[in-house]
């Protein structure tokens, strides 16, 4: 249009150069000086007698008025339209750092599991204005997999999908949303390798009100999978992150330590918990930790991990030995632990030891011991803190380490004794609460096929494995009680009772 009007216009009519009107001339005779001062008409100048006489600058002038203008109203326009959506609109931004992205995502993903639960006819937009759904649906969509591994060896596997990157629309409460999902292909999050992405959530400024209750509800969603579960968290860079999903919790009654230790260490740590107000006014730091040593498989992990479910904490996993950790990320990284989590240092001796072991192949961890201490000790850290540590050489401990203040708990966890492998026998393969022993005395796991021998005869073979065992140590050969374990998986009721003392071996 603008491109129209800049055409040049029509050539005026030639206008006769005698048409233009004189100076009125002085009468002859007449005195100069005799007339009166009336004031000279201003001399046109260069550039007003160029624009008065040419019609084409004059057209051209004003065409470039009009441009000037139209410009400006345009630019008024856009800025007025820019005001209007700050005023009615508001946009929210999270990125893929954020706590909030994955949490968001999962009830997107299962707004649109709801939505695709209602008949096609509802799906589309009438069914959005029908208020039948409250997502539009996607055509973009990306999809996480969750591989649950079963204890039969088999595997599911769950795909959920998850708005992918593009733009979907929902309703929340009433309130309209649109949500853009941005994926920066030069961008990395360099601790977990994925590309950065960024979710906008646009929606009318009314909205604003409801986002907070929005974030809410992803996040109570997000954690009711994690409810009743353990999270294990590991190290990421400098973050801890999830390790896999939210692991089911172990029963403290799965896991078979000597008489007492369990409950002893329950109750310190529960005491522990409920005085946090005792330490405040003190001005003691709030912290404990816990040593559990003794040889290789008799329970360290499974317990604590049975502990943390038992008092509804998570698991921080740190391993010192791994490369790449240095003195100051390791002390960055306990003074960040999520809330209620029990940080977990396992064979905390082999750190160090290793180091010198193995500098021959080059291998070189970098947290120094006096590091570790440092660590354990924080900066003041008036934070709760739940430190386990764990290790197979209690022996080659330094006693810095285990000074009460880092080590305020120690307690072992041999190998089997007698009366330990007694109760695992009879946790094996006794019949549960309510259950009647089964029919089949021939099914092919060997388990089902024990379970025909009556509660009586259970108990008194795990009195005999009770012995073989005690009788074992004292002639100085052990069995660890995960060896007992596997061999109970694998061998029916009265056999198992057999091969028990040919797994007790003395130790070097
Ligand atoms: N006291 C126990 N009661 C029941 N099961 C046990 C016990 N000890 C070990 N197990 C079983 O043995 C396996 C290994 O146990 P776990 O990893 O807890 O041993 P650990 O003491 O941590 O060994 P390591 O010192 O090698 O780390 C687990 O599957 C666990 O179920
Ligand atoms: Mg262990």
């Not at 993903?109 to 709801?114: L, P």
């Not at 905390?348 to 500098?359: C, I, K």
Request: contains cysteine.
């Amino acid at each position: 249009m603008l491109g129209a009007m800049s055409k040049p216009p029509p050539p005026a009519p030639a206008v006769p150069a005698d048409a233009v009107p004189a100076v009125p001339a002085v009468p002859d005779g007449a005195a100069v000086s005799d007339m009166p001062a009336a004031p000279l008409p201003a001399e046109p100048s260069f550039l007003d007698k160029i624009m008065e006489q040419n019609p084409y600058f004059s057209a051209g002038a004003g065409l470039m008025g009009l441009g000037v203008a139209l410009t400006a109203l345009r630019t008024a326009g856009k800025l007025g339209a820019t005001a209007a959506r700050r005023r009615m609109l508001i946009t929210l931004e999270m990125t893929s750092k954020d706590k909030s992205y994955p949490w968001f995502l999962e009830w997107m993903a299962a707004q649109s599991a709801h939505a695709r639960e209602v008949p096609p006819s509802d799906r589309g937009l009438l069914g959005a204005l029908r208020g039948r759904v409250t997502q539009l649906p996607s055509h973009e969509l990306a999809v996480e997999t969750n591989v649950k591994q079963h204890e039969n060896g088999s595997s599911d596997a769950v795909f959920n999908l998850v708005p992918g990157p593009g733009t979907h629309y929902f309703s929340y409460m009433g309130h309209w949303f649109q949500v853009r999902r941005e994926r920066d292909s030069k961008l990395m999050d360099l601790h977990s390798g994925t590309p950065w992405e960024t979710l906008t959530l646009t929606g009318l400024s009314s909205s604003r009100t409801v986002l907070p209750s929005l974030l809410d509800e992803a996040r109570a969603l997000a954690e009711r999978g994690s409810v009743g579960k353990t999270v294990v968290y590991t190290a990421w860079g400098v973050d801890w992150r999830p390790f896999g999903k939210p692991r089911s919790r172990r029963e403290m009654g799965s896991v078979v330590l000597a008489e007492g230790v369990a409950e002893r260490i329950e109750r310190d740590i529960r005491a522990f918990l409920a005085r946090g107000k005792w330490y405040a006014e003190r001005g003691i730091p709030y912290r404990r930790g816990y040593m559990l040593y003794g040889p290789p498989g008799s329970g360290k992990t499974s317990f604590i991990q049975a502990l943390a479910g038992s008092i509804g904490y998570n698991i921080c996993l740190m391993n010192l030995a791994e490369r790449g950790l240095t003195d100051d990320k390791l002390n960055h990284l306990l003074g960040l632990v999520p809330d209620r989590s029990i940080i977990l240092l396992e064979d905390v001796d082999s750190a160090f030891t290793r180091r010198v072991q193995t500098s021959e192949d080059g291998y070189k961890s970098s947290v120094t011991f006096s590091g570790l201490l440092n660590a354990l000790d924080g900066v003041a850290s008036s934070e709760e803190r739940i430190i386990f540590m764990t290790t197979n050489h209690a022996e080659r401990l330094d006693p810095a380490l285990i000074r009460p203040g880092r080590v305020d708990m120690k307690e072992v966890l041999d190998d089997a004794h007698g009366e330990q492998a007694c109760r695992l026998y009879t946790k094996f393969y006794g019949h549960r609460v309510g259950e009647n022993a089964p029919e089949d005395g021939q099914s092919p796991d060997p388990l089902l096929r024990s379970e025909h021998l009556s509660e009586d005869e259970i108990s008194a073979l795990g009195k005999q494995v009770g012995e073989v065992v005690d009788r074992a140590r004292a002639e100085g050969r052990n069995v660890s009680m995960a060896s007992l374990q596997g061999h109970f998986i694998r061998s029916g009721a009265r056999e198992s009772v057999a091969g028990v003392d040919a797994l007790c071996v003395a130790r070097a």
